[in-house]
């Protein structure tokens, strides 16, 4: 399986075919309402604004695998980040991303890239810490660890990076930066 063999399901039932992206840079994200990394919202919009015209795309798939923190409908999750954060990339359906019925794009990004870390810092001791209680095995398995997990793919349609959460928007700004 290749990148854009890929379909994701749209929340009004429809697919969008990862085919359409061909030639573009891709940032795939699963997301959360309630999370702490939810203003990661407004960064990845600030992204998709400067780099749209250039060929990027947002691929944002909301996930209520992690704490149960996006319980809302597709329509209230939509709703909740066009009036908070103004965002204007496409969603997807909400999905699993680990398990299984995780959807097919996040069974394929686990497979291209898997874990490297939390990083350093007060967030990935934190995320670490937490982690630790939930699979102790956590650093050994590529599951998705957590809310605003980001795959970065180039327009060849090859997985180039994965940040965690915990990783700087910055560093995830610049990554899609030396891809345009």
Same mark, same amino acid.
């Given at each position: 399986? =290749?990148?854009?063999?890929?379909? @994701?399901?749209?929340?009004?039932?429809?697919?969008?075919?990862? /085919?359409?992206?061909?030639?573009?840079?891709? %940032?795939?994200?699963?997301?959360?309402?309630? &999370?702490?990394?939810?203003?990661?919202?407004?960064? !990845?919009?600030?992204?998709? #604004?400067?780099?749209?015209?250039?060929?990027? #795309?947002?691929?944002?798939?909301? &996930?209520?695998?992690?704490?149960?923190?996006?319980?809302?409908?597709?329509?209230?999750?939509?709703?909740? &980040?066009?009036?908070?954060?103004?965002?204007?990339?496409?969603?997807?359906? =909400?999905?699993? @991303?680990?398990?299984?019925?995780? *959807?097919?794009?996040? /069974?394929? !990004? /686990?497979?291209?890239?898997?874990?490297?870390?939390?990083?350093?810092?007060?967030?990935? !001791?934190? $995320?670490?810490? $937490? %982690?630790?209680? *939930?699979?102790?095995?956590? =650093?050994?398995?590529?599951? *998705?660890?957590?809310?605003?997990?980001?795959? *970065?793919?180039?327009?060849?349609? #090859?997985?180039?990076?994965?940040?965690?959460?915990?990783?700087? $928007?910055?560093? @995830?700004?610049? &990554?899609?930066?030396? %891809? $345009?």
């Amino acid at each position: 399986m =290749k990148f854009y063999d890929i379909k @994701v399901e749209a929340p009004d039932g429809s697919f969008v075919d990862m /085919k359409d992206y061909e030639g573009k840079v891709v %940032l795939v994200v699963n997301t959360a309402t309630g &999370c702490g990394f939810t203003p990661h919202y407004k960064d !990845l919009e600030a992204i998709y #604004e400067k780099f749209h015209d250039q060929g990027f #795309e947002i691929v944002d798939v909301p &996930c209520n695998q992690f704490a149960g923190q996006t319980p809302e409908s597709d329509e209230e999750i939509h709703e909740f &980040c066009q009036l908070k954060y103004n965002t204007q990339f496409p969603q997807m359906k =909400k999905s699993d @991303v680990n398990g299984e019925n995780a *959807i097919d794009l996040f /069974k394929f !990004l /686990k497979e291209e890239k898997g874990f490297e870390g939390f990083g350093k810092g007060p967030k990935a !001791l934190m $995320m670490s810490t $937490m %982690l630790k209680k *939930i699979d102790k095995d956590y =650093k050994n398995n590529p599951e *998705i660890k957590w809310n605003f997990t980001k795959f *970065i793919i180039n327009r060849q349609g #090859e997985v180039v990076a994965r940040f965690e959460p915990t990783a700087d $928007m910055k560093e @995830v700004a610049k &990554c899609v930066e030396e %891809l $345009m």
